[in-house]
T-cell receptor, first 111, second 112 residues
Framework: GNSVTQMEGPVTLSEEAFLTINCTYTATGYPSLFWYVQYPGEGLQLLLKATKADDKGSNKGFEATYRKETTSFHLEKGSVQVSDSAVYFCALTQYGNKLVFGAGTILRVKS | GAGVSQSPRYKVAKRGQDVALRCDPISGHVSLFWYQQALGQGPEFLTYFQNEAQLDKSGLPSDRFFAERPEGSVSTLKIQRTQQEDSAVYLC??????????FGPGTRLLVL
């Protein structure tokens, strides 16, 4: 079956540091890939998405590129802020059906 | 516009009680999904509706879990004879068919 694996956290960074959160997936065919974010006390929000190979999703300074050859969708940001502290979830779906999520990565940014 | 809403936001139940969790999707969204999120884990799929039809219920963990969407809008997830292992956050999401899912704030269920 389909699955998503993301790097374990927590990831602790200083403000303005570079962020990478690794995500790899297993799926048949060509899934759509997503990053969702969960801020403290809030619900899941879509951060960015990519629907086909080599697509780059971007939002709020975050980027991720759909790499079919490595089955990866790593999340990056050039300069993190304290307000980026949250839990980040990588997910996939096929045919617009159910989402399959990774376990989540806690990001803590210190000032 | 209004997002997905869920009620109650918090529910404490004694073991063996029945609970009902409500989801109001975004207006016009045909697809509705329920997920269960255990503490420290990612959400896991429970069931999926397209309009009033329940097209996939493969994620429901036992026959104590039941979901309905009788008029193709509001959905209710019912858990009968709750057990401690049912304690989790229950998330509802809605979407247009095949498009991005938007999540509600969740209902946090604690079974004592």
């Amino acid at each position: 079956g389909n699955s998503v694996t993301q790097m374990e956290g927590p990831v602790t960074l200083s403000e303005e540091a570079f962020l990478t959160i690794n995500c790899t997936y297993t799926a048949t065919g060509y899934p759509s890939l997503f990053w969702y974010v969960q801020y403290p006390g809030e619900g899941l929000q879509l951060l960015l998405k990519a629907t086909k190979a080599d697509d780059k999703g971007s939002n709020k300074g975050f980027e991720a590129t759909y790499r079919k050859e490595t089955t990866s969708f790593h999340l990056e940001k050039g300069s993190v802020q304290v307000s980026d502290s949250a839990v980040y979830f990588c997910a996939l779906t096929q045919y617009g059906n159910k989402l399959v999520f990774g376990a989540g990565t806690i990001l803590r940014v210190k000032s | 516009g209004a997002g997905v809403s869920q009620s109650p936001r918090y529910k404490v139940a004694k073991r063996g009680q029945d609970v009902a969790l409500r989801c109001d999707p975004i207006s016009g969204h045909v697809s509705l999904f329920w997920y269960q999120q255990a503490l420290g884990q990612g959400p896991e799929f429970l069931t999926y509706f397209q309009n009033e039809a329940q097209l996939d219920k493969s994620g429901l963990p036992s026959d104590r879990f039941f979901a309905e969407r009788p008029e193709g809008s509001v959905s209710t997830l019912k858990i009968q004879r709750t057990q401690q292992e049912d304690s989790a956050v229950y998330l509802c999401a809605s979407s247009r068919v095949g498009e991005t899912q938007y999540f509600g704030p969740g209902t946090r269920l604690l079974v004592l």
